[in-house]
């Protein structure tokens, strides 16, 4: 079975801290990416990644930067903390899909950060 | 915004099959149908994903009508463990971001004793 994990469930970050989210996937998968869920706004791109050091802006860059130095692992890095960053964030991995075959993207667990 | 239309919410008696309708009228060609779920406080589960062709898998399966307009994903025996939100999501799979998915509102299914 493919394994996304991430590596906290749930944290409590004080405002202006650096966080950083951290995310492996065994399967040797070129695509990571980066999720936030948030309540009545579904799941929202952050970034994403197809290649180690390669990285893309998803919709909600902002206030976020993101690190891939090995295939398997993806971070998500908040630089400075802030109240509208609490929300769960999900990691996710893909393979590298062709014109003619659907790939399929699996998540991780997911995180739950609370700025407070 | 999401390409997709389903009902906000179902019920389905515990061990009866669970129909959830997708409308998405306005898929192109080289679109795949997915399906995922997400049950409280968790990650999106995959379940399936299909072109053109009906699929099947240990988990369920995916019926595409002809014209490819809507689709229905048919759990055969529904437990309670399927309480969840099920999303559709119509996506190209390669290119540029090779994954943005747009989850909808999705319908939520209440399995039932």
């Known amino acids: 079975d493919v394994k996304v994990t991430q590596s906290s469930r749930y944290l409590v970050k004080r405002t202006g801290e650096k966080v950083f989210l951290e995310c492996v996937q065994d399967?040797?998968?070129?695509?990571m990416f980066w999720y936030r869920q948030d309540p009545g706004l579904g799941l929202r791109l952050i970034y994403f990644?197809?290649?180690?050091?390669?990285?893309e802006k998803g919709d909600i860059p902002e206030g976020y930067s993101v690190s891939r130095e090995k295939k398997e692992r993806f971070s998500l890095i908040l630089e400075s903390a802030s109240t509208n960053q609490t929300s769960m964030y999900l990691c996710?991995?893909?393979?590298?899909?062709?014109?003619?075959?659907?790939?399929?993207?699996?998540f991780g667990e997911g995180s739950w950060l609370t700025v407070v | 915004d999401a390409k997709t239309t389903q009902p906000p919410s179902m019920d389905c008696a515990e061990g009866r099959a669970a129909n959830l309708p997708c409308n998405h009228s306005?898929?192109?060609?080289?679109?795949?149908v997915y399906w995922y779920r997400q049950i409280h406080s968790q990650g999106p589960q995959y379940i399936i994903h299909?072109?053109?062709n009906n699929e099947t898998n240990e988990m369920a399966s995916l019926i595409i009508t002809e014209d490819r307009k809507s689709s229905t994903l048919i759990l055969p025996h529904a437990t309670l463990r399927d309480t969840a939100v099920y999303y559709c999501?119509?996506?190209?799979?390669?290119?540029?971001?090779?994954?943005?998915?747009?989850f909808g509102k999705g319908t939520k299914l209440s399995v039932k004793p």
């Open positions: 996710a991995s893909s393979s590298w899909a062709g014109e003619y075959s659907g790939n399929t993207i699996y």
């Open positions: 399967m040797d998968h070129e695509n």
């Open positions: 990644s197809y290649d180690v050091k390669m990285k």
């Open positions: 306005t898929i192109s060609g080289n679109e795949y």
């Open positions: 299909g072109l053109k």
């Open positions: 999501i119509v996506r190209v799979t390669y290119g540029g971001s090779q994954g943005n998915l747009i």
